[in-house]
DNA sequence: TCGGAGTCTCTAACATAGTTCGATAACTCT
DNA sequence: AGAGTTATCGAACTATGTTAGAGACTCCGA
């Protein structure tokens, strides 16, 4: 056997690299915008020339596939960490919040994920199913509080999409959009809970 | 003075020109995607080189703008063709359908109004001014429904572009999201009806 | 210790972008 | 017909992603 912990040492060293590179990508597109990454700028801000980068990634879009995975297992983990009540309009408003604040405290991130619109790029198989897996532990959420009708889900995501978009590009402080977010959550919880029950939703402020 | 009608007659080519061009440049972006539009391309659709381009448009991002104007001009006549019954249930549906049909029918002119993820590209300002004016048709409307609260705005249209963007990126046909749309804006109407009247939103299904 | 194998990095170059320059052609008007 | 304006084009410049090939470095077995 002998699987030498030298091979692991090389095989760190570029995991490292990798890593370093990404960090270095994520920053760029901060600053001048995800679309308008280029691999001689990248390249540069790491201490190299633009086709050392093809020794760690096969092309730009494998490093767009890369920080798309990292947002995707970012989402991963931020939504199992979030903890909740069981009382479901505090839960739904609480959910929002959090898939919006999400989106909203880094808007290349959200970009990458949610718009897709970098013109030559889309996610690989493993990576989207990384997405889809996020997809699906709100979806498992939902079913949590009762929600299973499939238009449920469709009708939040528009709404947490479409909130998002405005608040990025409108003004991105200010509780204006928080107070929204409870609003619609409000509405959309009573809307269902009459569907359901006949007239539940009238009685409970829930807080 | 004579201000000769040949002068008009050649700011008539000129203008014909352009419009050929911009229609080029739509049917060109429907095929290959907006941000995939290249110079050379267009140029040899209607049968130029590339830099006779520049006698039309000073840049790329000029071709942009004036189909940006031009889709925000469509808006603005499909918006003011839009007859309302003056039930307000009924309007509502009626304009939000108007506005996801209206994006959902063309989806790259949707990309370039509402979405604006083109790498290098902002609206001028007079292109701008359209599209604010659009904004400020669906403001002007739901205030003749009574809607005057600036959250309902902003509510509605993160609905529109929400839905618009998953009907886009999931699947276009079907009445799956016509009756999702019905179903929102019932929520909608109902919630707001609730918070003027008291409880006037369980009584009429209004249809 | 030496040399081969593998890995990393570089320079040079290619194709394709948007864009500019300068010359040529076409057209308009006197 | 000649002057002035406009339209068009070839060539070229910069910047992009990407590839090929040449050195340099590390590791490992002989």
Redesign the interface.
């Known amino acids: 056997m002998l699987e030498t912990p030298i091979r692991d040492r090389r095989a760190e060293r570029r995991e490292a690299t990798r890593a370093e590179i990404l960090e270095a990508a994520w920053e760029l597109a901060r600053a001048e915008?995800l679309?308008?990454l280029s691999l001689r700028d990248l390249a540069r801000k790491v201490g190299m020339k633009a086709p050392s980068l093809y020794s760690y990634f096969d092309s730009k879009n494998a490093i767009y596939d890369a920080m798309y995975a990292q947002g995707s297992r970012q989402y991963l983990e931020r939504d199992a960490g979030l903890g909740l009540t069981g009382e479901p309009l505090n839960d739904l408003k609480a959910a929002m919040h959090f898939f919006v604040g999400f989106c909203t405290e880094d808007p290349v991130r959200y970009?990458l994920l949610f718009?897709?619109?970098i013109?030559?790029f889309e996610p690989s198989a493993e990576s989207f199913a990384l997405s889809v897996e996020g997809l699906e532990a709100v979806q498992k959420r939902l079913a949590g509080m009762g929600l299973t009708d499939p238009?449920a889900l469709?009708?939040l995501?528009?709404?947490?999409?479409?909130?998002t978009?405005?608040q990025i590009?409108n003004d991105p402080g200010g509780d204006?959009?928080a107070?929204?977010i409870d609003?619609?959550m409000?509405?959309?919880y009573?809307?269902v809970s009459?569907r359901k029950g006949g007239?539940a939703g009238n009685d409970g402020h829930a807080r």
């Open positions: 915008g679309a308008a970009q718009q897709r619109t013109p030559g238009r469709d009708l995501t528009a709404v947490g999409t479409g909130l978009d405005q590009s204006r959009w107070r929204l609003d619609a409000e509405m959309f009573n809307h009459n007239g």
